[in-house]
């Protein structure tokens, strides 16, 4: 079993997840004014999942004067003593600083965190949603504490963020295996620069994950990549779980590769490795910026590769593909010409998408492949400035304004960038309820067209204007 604090500023909704998770009708209350509970765990469920949660209900009871100390001591503590923290903010508020403070002190303990985001089903929540984003801790689960919205969603981030091995309990041999969770989260979260300092940085380490299918040539591209003989491919694939990451460079740049099934010593239960392979390259997504899709050329896009794809941009990663076996293909031309029309449909999300044939048996394509890495990285870390925005903004309302709706105009006032890393950007408007999803899209896609932002995703909330 295992143990999940619930952190976050007062007033985010902790007290009634905590309830619901513990299955407990009320809220505790406690009649005396000024008394401070002990933290306390309770047996929580969520679906099939079964941990303790830890109390850090009631904090803000505390008398005023000690009341900042109290709370981050105590936060502290539940910290330190869970395995998983679910760290809560209120979407509709938007963040406050003190959102930033407890962040901070849960980034610093390197804890795999699940971020949630509450009261996501309020109006103009989508902002607070997309400012969330910005505290380094992952994609936020919408959540609804009081309606009980998202714990599903919930429940597949505990999973994901512990790995299904310690979510159920399944006793692993220990064969020296790092698992992925121990290391490379803690790596991740502890390094305060990670996401905090949105610039672009050359001399950071790239940081990139190569995924696909089973067979699709992962392994045999990645050792074409890093030029040595460290991992081993073909069935008989046996690589030390050391090398959950590969440092190497191209053209002087620092890279960091991520683990994949790919770069895995096959597993003793191989039954156990082929369901899990999708899941691993979710893993591996999360470490990374750029995530290289490696497609078997001579079979392309089966619905895998799709899923993988979808996860990707979901996840904001900057996706680049790969057609792999290019050596065995008979008409490149026309297959190249196919098979990129295919992608921009199949993956509309990511519109210019970078998709490179290569053979990694052969070494070709490999410097056109990285090329393009560079080049998305750069795409996923741009940031536009307000005045361009909000002039290219003018033209484009001149031009195509939004649909009245009701036989009211709906007025959009202006266009900031809310995050890099990919660009994340919010629409203020008179009613962002009204505004509908095919002019979405439709912002979103000149916008990616007019500051050439091709093949990362692009995140766009809406925002009522005060
Ligand atoms: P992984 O499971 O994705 O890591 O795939 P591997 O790297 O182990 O490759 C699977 C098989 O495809 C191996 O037999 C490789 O030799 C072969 N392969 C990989 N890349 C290429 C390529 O570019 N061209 C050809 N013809 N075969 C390749």
Not at 94 to 121: C, H
Not at 168 to 188: C, H, K, P, R, T
Not at 341 to 363: D, F, M, N, W, Y
Not at 370 to 394: P, Q, Y
Request: proline share 6%; hydrophobic share 40%.
């Amino acid at each position: 079993s295992f143990k999940v604090a619930i952190i976050g500023r007062p007033n985010v909704g902790k007290s009634t997840l905590f309830n619901r998770l513990a299955g407990r009708k009320l809220a505790l209350v406690d009649d005396t004014p000024g008394v401070t509970r002990d933290r306390r765990s309770h047996a929580a469920k969520l679906y099939d999942l079964h941990f303790e949660v830890i109390d850090t209900a009631g904090f803000e009871d505390a008398a005023p004067s000690t009341l900042q100390g109290r709370m981050r001591a105590q936060t502290e503590i539940a910290i330190q003593e869970a395995d998983l923290i679910f760290f809560m903010v209120d979407a509709k508020a938007g963040l406050l600083p003190d959102d930033t403070t407890f962040a901070g002190i849960v980034r610093k303990s390197g804890k795999p965190v699940v971020l949630i985001a509450n009261k996501a089903e309020a109006r103009g929540a989508q902002g607070g949603m997309l400012e969330a984003w910005e505290l380094g801790l992952g994609e936020p689960v919408p959540f609804s504490a009081e309606h009980g919205v998202g714990l599903p969603d919930l429940r597949d981030a505990v999973v994901e963020a512990l790995g299904a091995d310690r979510v159920f309990g399944e006793e692993d041999e220990d064969d020296g295996e790092i698992a992925a969770s121990d290391v490379l989260i803690g790596e991740d979260i502890a390094d305060p620069d990670a996401e905090e300092v949105p610039a672009y940085d050359e001399n950071k380490p790239m940081r990139i994950a190569v995924v696909g299918r089973p067979n699709a040539g992962k392994s045999t591209m990645i050792n074409a990549l890093i030029g040595e003989e460290r991992l081993l491919t073909g069935p008989e694939a046996g690589i030390t779980r050391d090398s959950i990451s590969v440092d190497w460079q191209w053209r002087g740049r620092p890279m960091k590769l991520f683990d994949t099934a790919g770069m895995r010593r096959k597993s003793r239960v191989q039954e156990k490795l082929e369901r899990m392979s999708v899941q691993d390259g979710l893993h591996a997504v999360r470490f990374a910026e750029i995530v290289i899709i490696v497609l078997d050329a001579t079979i392309p896009f089966e619905k895998q590769d799709l899923q993988i794809a979808d996860l990707i941009i979901r996840e904001g990663r900057a996706p680049v593909i790969a057609f792999n076996k290019w050596d065995l293909i008979d008409h490149p031309q026309a297959v190249l010409a196919e098979l990129r029309e295919k992608t921009e449909r199949l993956l509309p999300q990511v519109r210019g998408i970078q998709a490179v044939p290569v053979s990694a048996e052969t070494g070709r394509g490999l410097d056109k492949l990285m090329e393009a890495v560079v080049r998305t990285h750069r795409v996923w870390n741009s940031r536009v400035s307000t005045g361009k925005l909000n002039r290219w903004l003018e033209t484009i309302l001149a031009h195509h304004p939004p649909p009245a709706v009701a036989g009211r105009r709906l007025k959009i006032k202006y266009l900031t960038q809310a995050k890099t890393r990919p660009p994340g950007f919010v629409v203020s408007c008179s009613r962002p309820d009204a505004v509908p999803q095919s002019y979405v899209r439709y912002l979103t896609n000149s916008l990616r067209e007019a500051f050439d932002m091709p093949g990362v995703p692009i995140r766009m909330a809406l925002r009522t204007s005060d």
